[in-house]
Nanobody, 121 residues
Framework: QVQLVASGGGLVQAGGSLRLSCVAS????????MGWYRQAPGKQRELVAS???????DYTDSVKGRFTISINSAKNTVYLQMNSLKPEDTAVYYC???????????????WGQGTQVTVSS
């Protein structure tokens, strides 16, 4: 069993910053990649940022230059540093991990619980 627990959301004014964290725990064999998704009311869930095990990162266009994803492999923790936040960044943010469980030859997708980010104008 693998669990992801996200934290760090909150209410911030436009232009402010927040840092989200997501810790993976349990029977982890190897982390292949981790990422952050978000879902705003009435919209589909979208990928915000991802990072692979070799450190390659990818961002959706709307957050490039403002958000930074990073990973501490020793702690099985992924971070999302969000700067220059805008009201349109308001959403529930979910962490995702593509993880090989112990003694498994296949990776699985795991999701953390959402954390609310609200940016006021």
């Amino acid at each position: 069993q693998v669990q992801l627990v996200a934290s760090g959301g909150g209410l911030v004014q436009a232009g402010g910053s927040l840092r989200l964290s997501c810790v993976a725990s349990g029977r982890i064999g190897r982390i292949n990649a981790m990422g952050w998704y978000r879902q705003a009311p009435g919209k589909q869930r979208e990928l915000v940022a991802s990072i692979s095990s070799n450190g390659n990162t990818d961002y959706t266009d709307s957050v490039k230059g403002r958000f930074t994803i990073s990973i501490n492999s020793a702690k099985n923790t992924v971070y999302l540093q969000m700067n220059s936040l805008k009201p349109e960044d308001t959403a529930v943010y979910y962490c995702n991990g593509r993880i090989f469980p112990l003694q498994s030859g296949s990776p699985y997708n795991y999701w953390g619980q959402g954390t609310q980010v609200t940016v006021s104008s």
